[in-house]
């Protein structure tokens, strides 16, 4: 959402209305977006992307990267094109760059910013204006970038950069793909070789995509997982032509939603399933899920399937802390998922879940509870006793869960509504919008295709 313009809220009560059926295509991965129209900036000549996600996240990078100078277009097919200036061509933005809610767009431009000799300030929406950006402030700094930034490292912030930035090599102290990239995209007008070590992988798009351009980029696995990630700077960027798979955490609503509805049987198209993404479904599979692969196949260099989802009934889990990077965006929609369950799900190790678009451990919590189910809130999770697949019941009439600015909170409790006896009223849908437009359309024809 536009950081000046709060607006009216969008208020909506979802509740049954019969099984998911059906064919369904979710839009295109917001990750991907964002980094195919970053690269594509910083190529010289055309970039076509197609299943670009046409979602406020994905607008507000266009927005400022055409504000650096790159020329990006969408043709009438839904193609979009990007005209990059080359690593090194970016240009003074002449206003701040609104960021609305989105924190990708934030962290990794940032990065962008860093090794440019350009001055570049941030704003966002309320909630983005709470996230920390010390995390890319440090390793930015250490490149020479400087920063003024609000109290707590918050936007708005003003971030000078420099050329020529100084190569680094940075062991990442939290599992973030966000951080990881923004010293990448840094590294790449950065003489020498910039070194990223992951002791946890997190999702690997910005390294497939910076070799997919021609980057030159290595990276060491270590027999503990550990990962190190070497990018030679001042590289030259190929334009590229860019199929975008369907995001796998917007899948991720459907999936449950279709678990949880008696009688669902749904298809998802063109699902991405990169690994360090796809963790959600194995966790949902063994819960008891009836999710099967159909046609594994390679889009955009990721590996992608449509998703056949057939109602289920789910049993409770302990969620190994393991895979929380690989699932890191879908913990609100599986603990809706675990309330219908039979028996207790443990969650732990989600303490990056409280600095999200909302703290969403609270959040889910104290929404899950006006939603009828029985959640213990931890300092790194939530603990869920399921009701064995009978429907939620709790919300009075017009009690309203509160979204905080969060999309993935007012989607996830629209999939509770689903799935409960009075409906959930959410307060408001409009969040959606930044990652997923078409939610509501989506669900309305998957519920009128039974
Ligand atoms: C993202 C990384 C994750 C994720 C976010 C998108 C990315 O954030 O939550 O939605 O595209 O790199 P963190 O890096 O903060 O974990």
Known sequence: MNASDPGATRPRRFAAGGPLCGRIRVPGDKSISHRSIMLGALAVGR???????????????????????ATIARLDNGTWTIDGVGVGGLLQPRTALDMGNSGTSTRLLMGLVASHPITATFIGDASLSGRPMGRVIEPLSQMGASFTASPGGRLPLTLRGIMPAVPITYTLPVASAQVKSAVLLAGLNTPGITTVIEPIPTRDHSERMLRGFGAALEVEIASNGTRTIHLTGEAEL?????????????????????????????????????????????????????????????????????????????????VDPAAVPSMVDEFPVLFVAAALASGRTVTTGLEELRVKESDRIAVMRAALELAGARVIETEDGLIIDGTAGEPLAGTPEGAEVSTHLDHRIAMSMAVAGLASRQGVAVDDTRPIATSFPVFEALLASAMSAA
């Open 47 to 69: 970039t076509h992307v197609t299943g670009l996600l046409e979602g406020e996240d994905v607008l507000s990078t266009a927005a400022a990267m055409r504000a650096m100078g």
């Open 238 to 318: 190929r334009p590229q032509v860019i199929e975008v798979p369907g995001d796998p955490s917007s899948a991720a609503f459907f999936v449950v939603a279709a678990l949880l509805v008696p009688g669902s049987d749904l298809v998802i198209e063109n699902v991405g399933l990169n690994p360090t993404r796809a963790a959600l479904f194995d966790v949902l599979r063994a819960m008891g899920g009836s999710i099967d692969e159909i046609d594994r196949r390679d889009v955009g260099g990721e590996p992608a399937a449509d998703l056949r989802v057939r109602a289920s009934a789910l049993s409770g889990i302990v």
